[in-house]
């Protein structure tokens, strides 16, 4: 009922593409949906997050996208810049998890100039 | 103006080793978090504490002892350091409720020879 699924492990996108990363569920009690960004060296910081009343946000370049019947939100970087290069994790949480958010494995993007 | 801060950042020591990494967060935040995030760049929860109270007490070793001084600091201490200790350690705070972001430190690296 913890498990988290993120996917791709790695990806690479040629600068000005589009970049998606995607996140699988299990706990229907999850009400909050965050994207964190981590630069090597740093700790991870909260990119972009949703709530599960609403299907879509989106700041900037970065836009959630929430399927709340699949159980999956992803995160879309457009026109994605070198300095997107990172490690993303997905980390539902809420609900009945006392503070605690599930972390995704994690997915290392590198865009190519 | 370091809103989450770790010491030390680096942290080389030998096996059977006893050692801490101190936290801090000057956001008046009422809950602290210790993470570790291995070579994979995996991040597992250990501890969470909440107004000084244990809330999150993950499946680690008792080697592995955190204490709350006040609701500012979270410190970890670990006795008898074992080549698989070997990670970096991060520290995170956030307002209490499920929904609230976490805010990390940059983090402790931790090598045992």
């Known amino acids: 009922q913890q498990q988290v699924k993120q996917s791709p492990q790695s990806l690479i996108v040629q600068k000005g593409g589009i970049s998606i990363i995607n996140c699988a569920y299990e706990?229907?009690?999850?009400?909050?949906f965050p994207w964190y960004q981590q630069f090597p060296g740093k700790g991870p910081a909260l990119l972009i997050a949703i709530r599960p009343d609403v299907s879509e946000k989106k700041e900037g370049r970065f836009t959630i996208s929430f399927n709340k019947s699949a159980k999956q939100f992803s995160l879309h970087i457009m026109d994605s810049q070198p300095g997107d290069s990172a490690t993303y994790f997905c980390a539902p949480g809420g609900g009945d998890s006392n503070y605690q958010l599930i972390w995704g494995a994690g997915t290392k993007l590198i865009i190519k100039p | 103006d370091t809103a989450v801060s770790q010491t030390p950042k680096y942290l080389v020591t030998q096996m059977g080793n006893d050692k801490s990494i101190k936290c801090e967060q000057n956001l008046g935040h009422d809950t602290m978090y210790w993470y570790k995030q291995d070579s994979k760049k995996f991040l597992k929860i250990m501890f969470s504490y909440n107004n000084k109270e244990l809330i999150i007490n993950e499946t680690v070793p008792n080697r592995f002892s955190p204490k709350s001084p006040d609701k500012a600091h979270l410190n970890l201490h670990i006795n008898s350091l074992e080549l698989g200790d070997s990670a970096v350690y991060f520290c995170?705070?956030?307002?209490?409720?499920?929904?609230?972001?976490?805010?990390f430190g940059d983090g402790t690296r931790l090598s045992i020879l």
């Open positions: 995170a705070s956030s307002q209490s409720g499920n929904q609230s972001p976490q805010h």
């Open positions: 706990n229907t009690a999850f009400d909050y």
